[in-house]
Structures are given as structure tokens and as C-alpha cells.
């Protein structure tokens, strides 16, 4: 029989034994009468011989191997007695220990679905990241996209990897079937689905006769776009989609669900029919590739490749690919800074999950001491000491793993709730959920922490002086657990010291934050990007002409005061950096200083706000046939000209042939958001007339181009008459992702938000936790000290004396606490300066604000057993016991 | 296990192994024959002979049965396993090597003295 079969049929197992045991006992008997004795002396004698049948019984279990775990059935099932009897102390550890389980567990979840979890296509570990490296660097550093040549050059050129590009030429207009809206769009090679493993819900994919220049106009579509377009009938395979003014027939449906990185894609097409002159230059870096090890290949093989096709490029096109080469990595979720700040989230929470353990284990010390007369009478009976710390551990583990259920039901329930709350918060928050990792996570995490709490009582189950503590009356049993008791407040005010004064650091950066003057004025404006119709964006005049329709037409809104179009909108995704120099000299690319160059209209400034400080803005007067001019910020004009006047300089940036005149200065704008703009990377701003760029630019130019809306205060909103404005001739011209700038602002300071509302969700934990436990502890202190205290009193001590004498024992533990709760809080500082965006300092006022809500709320916890030590009646508690 | 047997540790079970050898054989039959065959030298307290049972019993050394006896009740007869007639075998073995060996040293020390 396996030990599992002996385990589940217990009970046929004993039956046997004592059968086989009774068998030898009788046989002792009978030869024993045989040879003459008395029945009764018979059997004492067998007996005898035996070595006592219980005993022998114990013995011949003990020697089966499957002992621990009957022990763990019988240790879980009194474990569960005890805790019944105890209901609310019971109920306290499993709701501290459910909060600060949940919390964590909470919080990995999120960790596990963004950073942890791998992409979602077949064999992700064999999936590669391509890119471009040159061997010297711009003020980007020297990892660059690829450019479309090149990427075939590579693709043909290796045998140990399947090559994919993917190119995002920026979304269109689908004009029909339906009316025309934009979608986002992306540019991709013929075997992109198949290398990632992705089954199409429908049709075909893209064949390498469609995926080159003249091949069929045909289109894949995005879930999503198939679900609103064609209402999800799968006839619609074969049907007719108008993007971007091509007509283009649907062949296949991507999979509910499918994503690039963390963007679902409206609708497909093949790359290789992109015939721009931008995308067959190879000095234009905008294609991303991904490939995929074939079998037995290796990354090194695939990078000793990639440096050899390099270095052959570098000699066949020296112009634009001297010092550059290529190499690949693995493909991981492009999560960004998000990775770090979730990893601290897991510190912070964890801080809280220690609490709530010294909380337990400190109550389950205590209750320990009170059972030691029930443990030393088990010992007596002859249960060891390993045995005895074992039922101990039992008992904390049982706590520990149902804490931890009723942990993980919380969570699952908070991790909804939050994410229906703050939906875009995070990267990948769609794979955030409660999987198997996640419970296996909270199943380990609930046995350590419920071991952790059982650990000290435990180990200080003393048996050495059994008859003593047998003998002991109550009142001296107890054992010195001060010292101890007095180290788990100490590490629960400590780190509640270091939530606390992180959560009142995130408040107060957040205040100063959202007081920084933004460098504009956010109220009623409304920022929108605009799609030109496609057959308009072909011809430059016609486009310019378009410009200046829709500005027209807006401009007879109403409750539009006024309005202009700019390629960069401060505070929102995407910016334009460029080179410039001062003088016409060359530099070395390396040192060339960089600007964010907004390209815009004259009414720019005036639609946001930006106070004019010396010279004019752009105006009507500046276009192809007049000077070419441009404003720069007054950063800029420190950076670029210090100490000199600025206006009338020129600038070579690279747009156009000849320099640009500087022709006035302007206020700063917080372009990187409110938290951000301070540290960020390049703060210089220029800006430049759309009506002075060149021609060839032009459509590029358009298809990046939003518009701003000043809007009358107390307006209704105006986003449909927009619409309508924009519109067009031929109806096919829309305006899309529309924002207030007011929700831009606040939205730079989601993370900072985020941060600040979990920081004070932990810090009140914390701190509720930590008063629990420090009235838990002196609660208990105290009534060990009840005779002592009836003496006192007896011998004239007052109230207030005696309350000063609890008070005092709770202030030393608080004030050490402090101590290293202060230590512990300008360390966190550090972290949190080095990982937040705009993070600042500690200032005293924010340290004397946590300190004193911090020693409030222990007094406060001290209070009651103070009080009620005072009240002790000195005649009771000395005939107590 | 056997703490109060006064058997050197291990021994008890090649003794039972032994036995068992002989036949399949129940566990009062198996304390008789001890004490039958080593004249009384070997004295097994009875009790501890189900643990080394069992223990055996688990490490699949030995099989049981249950079986009638001839006074006609049921009895678990244990026999050797294959993998018990094995171990027998090697402990048998390396019992006579030591016994040899420590005869030696007693020899040598009784001849180093005279």
C-alpha cells in the first residue's frame, strides 16, 4: 500500500494493526495458560511482554512514515477548534491578515500582468527586437529604427531569422462603407501574423504577391473596426473598404484582442506597397522590425549576421549607412519607466503585509503565554517539544492560508474596481487578472506570512521548567515577553513612519505640481487632431488651401473666439526635435543642441495664451515670398543667445534651405507636462509658420497637424459644430481625439495621482494597523501589570499617576519607533525622488506633519488601556488568582 | 525505535529479514524463533518488533498477507520481497566482514598484551 493509500484508509490500517497485535497478545496468553499460569497472571505477563499495547501501537504508527501528515490532520483540526473558540480574536488576525495579504496580492497582480507576463504570441522567448546602431551619437543616443531598405537588405540577407516589419504610416480616413472616420492603421510585411503565431479570425493573410510595390489593393481589419463597420458579419470578406481614398478589398479579420505592443489596430496593410519617397529612403529611420528565431538558430548567430550584412551595407551605401549596423534583442513589452514604479508599489505594499505580520504576532504571543500552563500539561504527557512548536505553526499557517483566501477574493474585487476606475492608467492593463501565478503568489505569500507570525511564540513554547510553570499560579507564568512585544510596536510605528511620510511627499509634490503656472491658460480649450481628406493631402496648394478652409469655417462658430493649427501639442504624446545652430558653420552631429520645433499659425498665441515677450509673433504677412522667420521661448533664447537680444539673429534648422530671423520671444510652456518639464531632456522651444514650409513637405506635415479652439466661457460644447467645420467639400474630413487641455494637464499628472491615492491607501492601513498593534500591546503589558498597578494604588498612586505610568511606557516605544521610522522615510525620500517625475524633497513642515499624526494616533491607541489601568480596583486585583 | 533492545542498532532487522527468509511467517512466530534459535541470547522486547515490521513492511523489503493459521485464525504472514532477499543478502554480507574484522582487533590486542 503507497503511503497515500495507508493515509486516505486510515482507519482499515489501525483496524489491521490492532488485529495483528491482539493476535500476538492472544497467542502470549495461551501458551502462558498452557503452561499452567492463572488468567489474570496471564495476561499481565503478556501484557508485560508487549511493552503495553497503546505503547507498542504509538511506536509501530510512529515507524509508518506517513506520521507528519496524520499530526498535520490532527494539528489542523484542533488548530481549527481553538481558533472557533476564540471567535474575535480570530476574527482580527484573519481580517489583518486578509488586509495586508489582499493589498499585496493586489498589487502583484498588476505587477504580473504588466511587467511580468510575456507578450501574447506563440513562443514569445523566441521573438527579436531588430534596430539600427551607429557608432556615434546624436543627442538620441545611437539605436535608430530602421529604414525600409535596409530592412530588406537584412530580410534577404539572413538564414537564422524570420524578419517582420511594421510601420506605422500614421492612420487615415475610412470614408465607406459608413461615414468617414479616422482609424489607426499600420504598414505590415506579408508574413507578420504567421511569425507571430496569430491565427486570423477570418479570410487570409496577406501573400507576398500583395505585399509589394503594385500589388492588390487589399486590407485586413482590426476586430474592432470589423465589429463597427461591417457589425461583425463575417461576409464581410471580400467587401469593399475605402481608406485613404484607395478602395481596398477585405481578405482576412485579425483576432479578437490582437495588439501590437499594447495598441489594437483598426486595419492592415501591406508594407511593401508603400511606394513614398519617405519610405524608400534609406536615410529615413521609421520602420520597427521584429523577427523570430528559426529552430536551432541562436541570437548570436542571428546578430553575427546582422553585423556582417552591416558592414556590407556600410561599403555598398556609404552615405547614409557608414558606421552603422545592426543587432538584435529580445522582444519584450515596451512598458517604460511604468516597470519601476510598480516595483516600489510591491515594496510600499509590503511594508503594510509586515505590519499586519508583527500584529499577529505579537496577539498570538501573547495569547501563546496564557496557554503555556495547557502546553506545559501536554508536554507532561509526553509531546515534545518539535511537536509541540509544530501545532504551534499549524495553527499560524492555518491562519495564515485562510487570511490569505479571504486576501485573495478582496483583491480580485479591488483590482476590478480600480481599473474600471482608471482604465488607462497603466500599459498592458488588459492582462491584469487574477491567474494561476497570481494565487500561487498568494498561496506562498499566505503560509510565509502566517509562519512568519507564528514563528516567535513558537520558539518561546519553554518546556525546560515544567513542574514550575505547572505549579505557578497565573500571575507568574507570563515570562519577560516585554522586550520582545515592545520590538513589534517598534517595527510597525517604524514602517508605518515611512508610508506615512511617503504618501504626505506625494501630496505635497502633487500641490506644488498642479500650482506650477502651466505657460498658458488651460480654461476652455479644446485641442483636436484633424485628418485632411485624402485626395486633397495629394496637391500642396490644395492642401494649404484646406488649412486655411477649415480655420475659416470654425472661425464663424459662434462660441469659437479663436483657433490655429500646431503639430505639437503641449502636454500630449508626441513631439518634434530638431538640430539647429546658430551660425552657419557645421558641427559635429554629436553637439548639435536640440529644440522642440512647433510648426503653426499666427493665432497660436493668442488661442493659448502665451504671454509675448519682446518682438512679434508669427503674423498673416510671413509666407513663401517674405523672410523666413521663427519665435523661440525664452529658454531658448537663453540657451541660444545668452545675454544677447535675440531678435534679428538667425537660426539654421534644417527646414528649408536658407537660416530663419528670430522675430520675437515668448513665454515657456510646461510642453512635458506639469511634473515633467522641469527635468525634461530638451525644454527649448521654436516656433515657425506652417505657410513658410516647403512644398514637398507639406503632406507630411498635414497629416501631423491638430488645432487649438479658445472657446467662449460658458459655452455649450462646440465639438459638433467642429465637426462639422472641418468637414469638408467632399465630407470625408474629420476631426478626432478630442481634449480639453484641462484634462491634458491633469492627465500629466495621472502617475503622480496614482502613486499618491496607493501610497495613502497603504499609509492608512499602516497606521491603523500600527494602532491596533500598540493598543493590542500595552492592552496586554498592562493587564500582566495588574497587581503591580493594585499595589501602587493601594499604596496611594492617583489616576493620573497611573495613567502617566502606562502612557510612559507607550511613549518610549513610540519615540524609538519614530527613530527609525525617520531613517527608514528619508531613504524611501531618496527612491522616490530618483523614481517619480517631479518628485519633491522632504520639507520639514511635511516631516512635522507625519510625525505628529503619527505620535496623535499612538496616543490615542494608548489611551484606553491607560484608562483602564487607572481604574483598576486595587482590592480585586490583589486577590486576583 | 528499538532503544530497549539490546541488539547493536540495525541488527534486529537482518535478524527479521533472516527469518522471514525461511518462509512466510507471522510476527508472534517471528519473536519465538528469535528467542528458539539464539538460545535466549537475543532478547527482543516484543514491542519493539512491529515497528521494524512496519518499517520494513514500507520500504518494501518485506510483502504481508492475511492468512489463516492453523488453529485457524487470521494472521498477517510477511514474506521477502525480492528487493528484501537483495538486502538480505548485502547486510548478511557486510555483518560477517565486520564480525571478522572485529574478531581480528580482539585478537590482536589479546596477543599485543601478553
Given at each position: 500500500?503507497?503511503?497515500?493509500?495507508?493515509?486516505?484508509?486510515?482507519?482499515?490500517?489501525?483496524?489491521?494493526?490492532?488485529?495483528?497485535?491482539?493476535?500476538?497478545?492472544?497467542?502470549?496468553?495461551?501458551?502462558?495458560?498452557?503452561?499452567?499460569?492463572?488468567?489474570?497472571?496471564?495476561?499481565?505477563?503478556?501484557?508485560?511482554?508487549?511493552?503495553?499495547?497503546?505503547?507498542?501501537?504509538?511506536?509501530?504508527?510512529?515507524?509508518?512514515?506517513?506520521?507528519?501528515?496524520?499530526?498535520?490532520?490532527?494539528?489542523?483540526?484542533?488548530?481549527?477548534?481553538?481558533?472557533?473558540?476564540?471567535?474575535?480574536?480570530?476574527?482580527?488576525?484573519?481580517?489583518?491578515?486578509?488586509?495586508?495579504?489582499?493589498?499585496?496580492?493586489?498589487?502583484?497582480?498588476?505587477?504580473?500582468?504588466?511587467?511580468?507576463?510575456?507578450?501574447?504570441?506563440?513562443?514569445?522567448?523566441?521573438?527579436?527586437?531588430?534596430?539600427?546602431?551607429?557608432?556615434?551619437?546624436?543627442?538620441?543616443?545611437?539605436?535608430?529604427?530602421?529604414?525600409?531598405?535596409?530592412?530588406?537588405?537584412?530580410?534577404?540577407?539572413?538564414?537564422?531569422?524570420?524578419?517582420?516589419?511594421?510601420?506605422?504610416?500614421?492612420?487615415?480616413?475610412?470614408?465607406?462603407?459608413?461615414?468617414?472616420?479616422?482609424?489607426?492603421?499600420?504598414?505590415?510585411?506579408?508574413?507578420?501574423?504567421?511569425?507571430?503565431?496569430?491565427?486570423?479570425?477570418?479570410?487570409?493573410?496577406?501573400?507576398?504577391?500583395?505585399?509589394?510595390?503594385?500589388?492588390?489593393?487589399?486590407?485586413?481589419?482590426?476586430?474592432?473596426?470589423?465589429?463597427?463597420?461591417?457589425?461583425?458579419?463575417?461576409?464581410?470578406?471580400?467587401?469593399?473598404?475605402?481608406?485613404?481614398?484607395?478602395?481596398?478589398?477585405?481578405?482576412?479579420?485579425?483576432?479578437?484582442?490582437?495588439?501590437?505592443?499594447?495598441?489594437?489596430?483598426?486595419?492592415?496593410?501591406?508594407?511593401?506597397?508603400?511606394?513614398?519617397?519617405?519610405?524608400?529612403?534609406?536615410?529615413?529611420?521609421?520602420?520597427?522590425?521584429?523577427?523570430?528565431?528559426?529552430?536551432?538558430?541562436?541570437?548570436?548567430?542571428?546578430?553575427?549576421?546582422?553585423?556582417?550584412?552591416?558592414?556590407?551595407?556600410?561599403?555598398?551605401?556609404p552615405k547614409s549607412n557608414r558606421g552603422r549596423t545592426f543587432f538584435a534583442e529580445p522582444l519584450h513589452p515596451d512598458v517604460g519607466s511604468v516597470?519601476?514604479?510598480?516595483?516600489?508599489?510591491?515594496?510600499?505594499?509590503?511594508?503594510?503585509?509586515?505590519?499586519?505580520?508583527?500584529?499577529?504576532?505579537?496577539?498570538?504571543?501573547?495569547?501563546?503565554?496564557?496557554?503555556?500552563?495547557?502546553?506545559?500539561?501536554?508536554?507532561?504527557?509526553?509531546?515534545?517539544?518539535?511537536?509541540?512548536?509544530?501545532?504551534?505553526?499549524?495553527?499560524?499557517?492555518?491562519?495564515?492560508?485562510?487570511?490569505?483566501?479571504?486576501?485573495?477574493?478582496?483583491?480580485?474585487?479591488?483590482?476590478?474596481?480600480?481599473?474600471?476606475?482608471?482604465?488607462?492608467?497603466?500599459?498592458?492593463?488588459?492582462?491584469?487578472?487574477?491567474?494561476?501565478?497570481?494565487?500561487?503568489?498568494?498561496?506562498?505569500?499566505?503560509?510565509?506570512?502566517?509562519?512568519?507570525?507564528?514563528?516567535?511564540?513558537?520558539?518561546?513554547?519553554?518546556?525546560?521548567?515544567?513542574?514550575?510553570?505547572?505549579?505557578?499560579?497565573?500571575?507568574?507564568?507570563?515570562?519577560?515577553?516585554?522586550?520582545?512585544?515592545?520590538?513589534?510596536?517598534?517595527?510597525?510605528?517604524?514602517?508605518?513612519?515611512?508610508?506615512?511620510?511617503?504618501?504626505?511627499?506625494?501630496?505635497?509634490?502633487?500641490?506644488?505640481?498642479?500650482?506650477?503656472?502651466?505657460?498658458?491658460?488651460?480654461?476652455?480649450?479644446?485641442?483636436?487632431?484633424?485628418?485632411?481628406?485624402?485626395?486633397?493631402?495629394?496637391?500642396?496648394?490644395?492642401?494649404?488651401?484646406?488649412?486655411?478652409?477649415?480655420?475659416?469655417?470654425?472661425?464663424?462658430?459662434?462660441?469659437?473666439?479663436?483657433?490655429?493649427?500646431?503639430?505639437?501639442?503641449?502636454?500630449?504624446?508626441?513631439?518634434?526635435?530638431?538640430?539647429?545652430?546658430?551660425?552657419?558653420?557645421?558641427?559635429?552631429?554629436?553637439?548639435?543642441?536640440?529644440?522642440?520645433?512647433?510648426?503653426?499659425?499666427?493665432?497660436?498665441?493668442?488661442?493659448?495664451?502665451?504671454?509675448?515677450?519682446?518682438?512679434?509673433?508669427?503674423?498673416?504677412?510671413?509666407?513663401?515670398?517674405?523672410?523666413?522667420?521663427?519665435?523661440?521661448?525664452?529658454?531658448?533664447?537663453?540657451?541660444?543667445?545668452?545675454?544677447?537680444?535675440?531678435?534679428?539673429?538667425?537660426?539654421?534648422?534644417?527646414?528649408?534651405?536658407?537660416?530663419?530671423?528670430?522675430?520675437?520671444?515668448?513665454?515657456?510652456?510646461?510642453?512635458?507636462?506639469?511634473?515633467?518639464?522641469?527635468?525634461?531632456?530638451?525644454?527649448?522651444?521654436?516656433?515657425?509658420?506652417?505657410?513658410?514650409?516647403?512644398?514637398?513637405?507639406?503632406?507630411?506635415?498635414?497629416?501631423?497637424?491638430?488645432?487649438?479652439?479658445?472657446?467662449?466661457?460658458?459655452?455649450?460644447?462646440?465639438?459638433?459644430?467642429?465637426?462639422?467645420?472641418?468637414?469638408?467639400?467632399?465630407?470625408?474630413?474629420?476631426?478626432?481625439?478630442?481634449?480639453?487641455?484641462?484634462?491634458?494637464?491633469?492627465?500629466?499628472?495621472?502617475?503622480?495621482?496614482?502613486?499618491?491615492?496607493?501610497?495613502?491607501?497603504?499609509?492608512?492601513?499602516?497606521?491603523?494597523?500600527?494602532?491596533?498593534?500598540?493598543?493590542?500591546?500595552?492592552?496586554?503589558?498592562?493587564?500582566?501589570?495588574?497587581?503591580?498597578?493594585?499595589?501602587?494604588?493601594?499604596?496611594?498612586?492617583?489616576?493620573?499617576?497611573?495613567?502617566?505610568?502606562?502612557?510612559?511606557?507607550?511613549?518610549?516605544?513610540?519615540?524609538?519607533?519614530?527613530?527609525?521610522?525617520?531613517?527608514?522615510?528619508?531613504?524611501?525620500?531618496?527612491?522616490?525622488?530618483?523614481?517619480?517625475?517631479?518628485?519633491?524633497?522632504?520639507?520639514?513642515?511635511?516631516?512635522?506633519?507625519?510625525?505628529?499624526?503619527?505620535?496623535?494616533?499612538?496616543?490615542?491607541?494608548?489611551?484606553?488601556?491607560?484608562?483602564?489601568?487607572?481604574?483598576?480596583?486595587?482590592?480585586?486585583?490583589?486577590?486576583?488568582? | 525505535?528499538?532503544?530497549?533492545?539490546?541488539?547493536?542498532?540495525?541488527?534486529?532487522?537482518?535478524?527479521?529479514?533472516?527469518?522471514?527468509?525461511?518462509?512466510?511467517?507471522?510476527?508472534?512466530?517471528?519473536?519465538?524463533?528469535?528467542?528458539?534459535?539464539?538460545?535466549?541470547?537475543?532478547?527482543?522486547?516484543?514491542?519493539?518488533?512491529?515497528?521494524?515490521?512496519?518499517?520494513?513492511?514500507?520500504?518494501?523489503?518485506?510483502?504481508?498477507?492475511?492468512?489463516?493459521?492453523?488453529?485457524?485464525?487470521?494472521?498477517?504472514?510477511?514474506?521477502?520481497?525480492?528487493?528484501?532477499?537483495?538486502?538480505?543478502?548485502?547486510?548478511?554480507?557486510?555483518?560477517?566482514r565486520l564480525t571478522e574484522a572485529v574478531a581480528l582487533i580482539l585478537n590482536l590486542s589479546g596477543e599485543g598484551a601478553q
Amino acid at each position: 500500500m503507497t503511503w497515500l493509500g495507508r493515509l486516505i484508509r486510515r482507519k482499515e490500517v489501525e483496524q489491521q494493526l490492532d488485529k495483528e497485535l491482539r493476535f500476538h497478545f492472544d497467542q502470549l496468553v495461551s501458551d502462558r495458560l498452557r503452561d499452567g499460569e492463572s488468567p489474570e497472571e496471564a495476561r499481565r505477563q503478556a501484557s508485560l511482554d508487549l511493552g503495553g499495547l497503546e505503547q507498542t501501537k504509538e511506536m509501530t504508527r510512529d515507524a509508518r512514515g506517513t506520521r507528519w501528515l496524520e499530526d498535520l490532520a490532527a494539528d489542523t483540526s484542533y488548530a481549527i477548534r481553538i481558533l472557533r473558540k476564540n471567535p474575535g480574536f480570530t476574527a482580527v488576525c484573519l481580517l489583518t491578515l486578509a488586509l495586508g495579504i489582499g493589498a499585496t496580492t493586489a498589487v502583484f497582480s498588476v505587477v504580473n500582468g504588466v511587467v511580468l507576463k510575456p507578450l501574447a504570441y506563440a513562443h514569445p522567448e523566441r521573438l527579436l527586437n531588430l534596430q539600427e546602431k551607429t557608432n556615434w551619437s546624436t543627442a538620441w543616443g545611437d539605436l535608430w529604427a530602421f529604414s525600409y531598405p535596409n530592412f530588406i537588405d537584412c530580410r534577404d540577407g539572413t538564414r537564422s531569422l524570420e524578419m517582420s516589419a511594421l510601420h506605422n504610416a500614421g492612420g487615415g480616413i475610412v470614408s465607406a462603407p459608413g461615414d468617414a472616420a479616422y482609424v489607426e492603421g499600420l504598414e505590415i510585411s506579408s508574413n507578420l501574423f504567421d511569425m507571430l503565431g496569430v491565427r486570423l479570425l477570418a479570410g487570409r493573410s496577406f501573400s507576398v504577391q500583395d505585399d509589394r510595390p503594385g500589388g492588390a489593393p487589399v486590407v485586413i481589419l482590426g476586430h474592432s473596426l470589423w465589429q463597427r463597420r461591417f457589425g461583425g458579419d463575417p461576409r464581410a470578406i471580400g467587401r469593399r473598404l475605402v481608406y485613404n481614398g484607395i478602395a481596398r478589398t477585405v481578405i482576412g479579420i485579425a483576432p479578437a484582442g490582437f495588439r501590437i505592443d499594447d495598441d489594437e489596430i483598426d486595419l492592415f496593410t501591406p508594407i511593401g506597397q508603400d511606394t513614398s519617397p519617405l519610405q524608400l529612403d534609406r536615410e529615413r529611420h521609421g520602420t520597427v522590425v521584429w523577427a523570430r528565431l528559426r529552430p536551432n538558430a541562436t541570437l548570436a548567430q542571428a546578430n553575427s549576421e546582422l553585423g556582417i550584412i552591416g558592414h556590407q551595407l556600410a561599403t555598398a551605401y556609404p552615405k547614409s549607412n557608414r558606421g552603422r549596423t545592426f543587432f538584435a534583442e529580445p522582444l519584450h513589452p515596451d512598458v517604460g519607466s511604468v516597470r519601476s514604479l510598480l516595483w516600489l508599489l510591491l515594496g510600499a505594499v509590503s511594508l503594510v503585509l509586515v505590519i499586519a505580520c508583527a500584529n499577529i504576532a505579537s496577539l498570538l504571543l501573547a495569547r501563546a503565554l496564557s496557554r503555556q500552563r495547557e502546553l506545559a500539561m501536554r508536554a507532561a504527557l509526553g509531546a515534545s517539544r518539535g511537536r509541540l512548536i509544530r501545532q504551534n505553526l499549524t495553527e499560524s499557517a492555518l491562519l495564515g492560508l485562510c487570511g490569505g483566501a479571504l486576501g485573495v477574493a478582496c483583491a480580485a474585487a479591488a483590482v476590478r474596481l480600480f481599473l474600471r476606475i482608471w482604465p488607462d492608467i497603466l500599459p498592458r492593463s488588459g492582462n491584469v487578472r487574477t491567474d494561476p501565478t497570481v494565487l500561487l503568489f498568494a498561496a506562498g505569500l499566505s503560509i510565509v506570512s502566517g509562519l512568519l507570525c507564528g514563528i516567535s511564540p513558537a520558539i518561546r513554547t519553554r518546556l525546560g521548567e515544567l513542574d514550575k510553570i505547572l505549579r505557578a499560579g497565573a500571575r507568574t507564568i507570563a515570562g519577560n515577553t516585554r522586550r520582545l512585544h515592545t520590538g513589534f510596536v517598534i517595527v510597525q510605528i517604524a514602517l508605518a513612519v515611512v508610508l506615512l511620510a511617503s504618501a504626505a511627499m506625494l501630496g505635497r509634490t502633487l500641490l506644488y505640481l498642479s500650482s506650477l503656472n502651466p505657460g498658458l491658460d488651460l480654461d476652455n480649450l479644446l485641442v483636436a487632431r484633424v485628418a485632411l481628406s485624402p485626395g486633397t493631402l495629394a496637391d500642396p496648394p490644395r492642401t494649404r488651401a484646406a488649412w486655411k478652409d477649415i480655420l475659416r469655417r470654425a472661425r464663424e462658430i459662434p462660441s469659437v473666439q479663436s483657433i490655429a493649427t500646431i503639430d505639437t501639442v503641449p502636454m500630449r504624446e508626441g513631439s518634434n526635435e530638431i538640430g539647429y545652430r546658430t551660425s552657419a558653420a557645421p558641427i559635429p552631429e554629436n553637439q548639435i543642441p536640440v529644440v522642440l520645433a512647433n510648426c503653426t499659425t499666427p493665432e497660436y498665441l493668442k488661442t493659448m495664451r502665451i504671454p509675448l515677450l519682446s518682438g512679434r509673433f508669427l503674423d498673416d504677412h510671413d509666407d513663401s515670398h517674405s523672410q523666413s522667420v521663427a519665435v523661440i521661448d525664452e529658454v531658448m533664447a537663453k540657451q541660444a543667445f545668452p545675454g544677447k537680444n535675440p531678435i534679428g539673429k538667425h537660426l539654421w534648422i534644417g527646414i528649408g534651405p536658407d537660416p530663419v530671423t528670430v522675430v520675437g520671444v515668448v513665454g515657456h510652456v510646461r510642453q512635458w507636462g506639469l511634473a515633467g518639464d522641469d527635468h525634461a531632456r530638451i525644454r527649448a522651444q521654436l516656433y515657425y509658420p506652417f505657410s513658410q514650409i516647403p512644398d514637398p513637405l507639406v503632406r507630411r506635415w498635414s497629416e501631423l497637424m491638430s488645432v487649438v479652439v479658445r472657446t467662449r466661457a460658458g459655452s455649450q460644447s462646440v465639438i459638433g459644430s467642429l465637426q462639422q467645420a472641418v468637414r469638408g467639400a467632399a465630407n470625408d474630413q474629420v476631426l478626432y481625439e478630442t481634449h480639453s487641455m484641462k484634462e491634458l494637464a491633469a492627465a500629466s499628472l495621472a502617475r503622480q495621482r496614482f502613486l499618491l491615492v496607493l501610497f495613502g491607501i497603504f499609509a492608512a492601513l499602516a497606521l491603523i494597523l500600527g494602532c491596533i498593534g500598540i493598543y493590542g500591546v500595552l492592552s496586554y503589558l498592562t493587564s500582566q501589570r495588574v497587581p503591580e498597578i493594585g499595589v501602587r494604588i493601594a499604596l496611594g498612586a492617583t489616576a493620573m499617576q497611573v495613567m502617566a505610568l502606562v502612557l510612559r511606557q507607550s511613549f518610549t516605544m513610540v519615540a524609538i519607533g519614530l527613530l527609525f521610522g525617520c531613517a527608514g522615510a528619508l531613504t524611501a525620500a531618496r527612491v522616490l525622488v530618483w523614481l517619480v517625475e517631479g518628485m519633491r524633497a522632504i520639507d520639514p513642515l511635511t516631516a512635522l506633519l507625519t510625525l505628529f499624526v503619527l505620535t496623535a494616533a499612538a496616543f490615542a491607541a494608548s489611551f484606553v488601556p491607560a484608562r483602564r489601568a487607572s481604574r483598576i480596583d486595587p482590592v480585586r486585583a490583589l486577590r486576583q488568582d | 525505535m528499538n532503544a530497549r533492545s539490546d541488539l547493536p542498532q540495525g541488527t534486529l532487522d537482518l535478524l527479521i529479514l533472516k527469518i522471514v527468509a525461511l518462509g512466510p511467517v507471522h510476527g508472534y512466530a517471528i519473536a519465538q524463533r528469535l528467542q528458539q534459535v539464539s538460545r535466549d541470547v537475543v532478547q527482543v522486547p516484543q514491542g519493539s518488533l512491529y515497528p521494524a515490521l512496519h518499517r520494513l513492511e514500507n520500504r518494501g523489503l518485506l510483502a504481508a498477507d492475511w492468512k489463516d493459521t492453523e488453529s485457524g485464525r487470521e494472521a498477517k504472514f510477511y514474506r521477502l520481497t525480492r528487493k528484501g532477499r537483495k538486502q538480505l543478502e548485502a547486510e548478511a554480507a557486510s555483518w560477517a566482514r565486520l564480525t571478522e574484522a572485529v574478531a581480528l582487533i580482539l585478537n590482536l590486542s589479546g596477543e599485543g598484551a601478553q
